[in-house]
């Protein structure tokens, strides 16, 4: 018997195939893409030897696949019906058609770094820096890529060389597997775990300023986790932010706050703590994302004490982490929308939030009487902010249970659909979530559920 590897196409005659002929990629990157397909084969044909060998048609027709999915926009638009406002994987907050018309107007040459009333070398941070402090109350703010990078640049910043402390009953790990210590450390700050998983005390702190200072002559930098997504409960004690900021005053070491998200400002969501409660507990620095706490791009910013901020500002990893411009523009029209007066909330997940359940209802009935749907596809739901915020709490929502036998085959025409909707499969029905659809109107939202009839 031959090898049934052997048997596999070789890359010109798959390049030469008729169904490749109206290709828009050049050769070079078809071949490339070409092998890398009969790489997949060869390895799949490894792991299971009985399986099928494709045959030249075969392969031709999965590059052919492969290069219509990887033309066109990425990442492309989906309409997001999971019920969780801030999705990591679908790209967490929507932005504003002011912040798209920003971004698009630093797309072009820009005055980035450039003073146009001197002529003179500027700061990408000029127009960012008054109005954030301003929102935040804080001293002074820098911007860095991510919620992470700012964690790490505090840490490096303000930690060297006394190390950061950071209680046991904070060692969180968030998304995809990071953990707040591993991020803290990353810069080669030496971290100390103090007290245990349940109970943290005042005096651990204390003991733990006390030994930086005899091993380095320094005393460490003190970090604060919020406990961002999950809760404790029993036998549990922690030293309140507010009693660790006095500790940090009265020793003259830095107090780190990571906040990572938070109150989105206008009491939404309620119970949320907030950059300005974290900065007038004591915090030298509080960390955040700009997606997660203001709904606007991805960002990571620090607020606190003017010197703390220049110590960041001025560390070598600064420059690894500044925002490109298309963030920069994003982030200050983000930051303008929430400094500016006006009633209601204007930046699409404010909207999402805000919307009452009676209205969400209203356009549950309204959409189902338009599709020829059954009122009882209206159903209340849950939704919650996500993103790490409020653990364990949720939105009253409403939503689109839709009448097919089948929920998983639906949620997988519908994800594959143009424009792609994601849904929720959960007690074998499908679960569209009217709160998360906010952004999206009703004819668009009626021409992706066709699709199902
Ligand atoms: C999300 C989160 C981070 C990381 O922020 P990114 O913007 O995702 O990099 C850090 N700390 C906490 C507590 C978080 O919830």
């Not at 890359?11 to 030469?16: N, Q, S």
């Not at 990442?75 to 999971?82: C, E, K, M």
């Not at 507010?242 to 009265?250: E, N, P, R, T, V």
Request: hydrophobic letters at 45%.
């Amino acid at each position: 018997m031959t090898n049934p590897l052997s048997r596999l196409p070789k890359v010109d005659r798959v390049l030469d195939h008729p169904a490749l002929a109206d290709s828009r990629w050049r050769r070079p990157i078809l071949r490339r893409f070409v092998a890398d397909t009969i790489a997949d084969a060869r390895a799949s044909l490894l792991a299971d030897p009985s399986a099928p060998v494709p045959d030249l048609d075969a392969v031709a027709e999965q590059v052919r696949d492969r290069v219509v999915d990887l033309d066109g926009p990425h990442p492309r638009r989906v309409l997001n019906a999971t019920g969780v406002l801030l999705h990591t994987n679908l790209g967490r907050a929507p932005l504003s058609s002011a912040v798209e018309a920003a971004v698009a107007q630093a797309a072009r040459y820009c005055d980035l770094e450039l003073d146009l009333a001197s002529g003179k070398r500027g700061s990408r941070m000029a127009a960012l820096r008054p109005v954030l402090a301003a929102l935040f109350e804080a001293e002074d703010i820098h911007v860095v890529n991510n919620g992470a990078a700012g964690l790490l640049l505090a840490c490096t910043a303000l930690g060297d060389p006394g190390g950061v402390v950071l209680s046991r009953g904070q060692h969180v790990e968030i998304g995809d597997s990071f953990r707040i210590a591993d991020m803290a450390a990353a810069g080669g700050v030496p971290l100390h775990a103090v007290g245990s998983t349940n109970r943290t005390h005042l005096r651990d702190y204390e003991a733990a300023i006390d030994s930086a200072i005899e091993r380095t002559g320094h005393g460490p930098a003190l970090l604060w986790a919020h406990l961002s997504n999950f809760t404790q409960q029993g036998f549990v004690a922690d030293v309140s932010l507010a009693k660790l900021g006095a500790l940090a005053k009265a020793r003259g070491v830095a107090l780190i706050a990571d906040l990572g998200s938070g109150s989105l400002g206008r009491g939404l969501p309620p119970g949320e703590p907030t950059a300005t409660q974290y900065l007038e507990q004591g915090a030298t620095v509080v960390s955040f994302s700009g997606d997660k706490l203001l709904g606007g791009p991805q960002a990571g910013i620090l607020a606190g004490t003017r010197e703390a901020i220049a110590r960041c500002r001025r560390h070598p990893l600064a420059r690894a982490m500044r925002p490109g411009k298309l963030a920069v523009a994003a982030l200050h029209a983000t930051a303008v929308a929430h400094a500016r007066t006006g009633v209601g909330p204007e930046l699409p997940l404010h909207r999402a939030i805000a919307i009452s359940v009676e209205s969400l209802e209203a356009r549950g009935r309204a959409l189902c009487a338009a599709l020829g749907w059954p009122a009882s596809c209206v159903r209340p739901n849950q939704a919650t902010i996500g993103g790490g915020s409020l653990p364990g709490e949720t939105l009253p929502s409403v939503a689109l249970v839709p009448p097919a036998t089948r929920a998983q085959s639906a949620a997988d025409a519908l994800r594959r659909g143009a424009p792609p909707m994601v849904g929720r499969v959960r007690d074998g029905l499908l679960w569209l979530d009217l709160r998360s659809l906010a952004d999206v109107d009703d004819d668009e939202l009626l021409a992706c559920l066709r699709q199902l009839q």
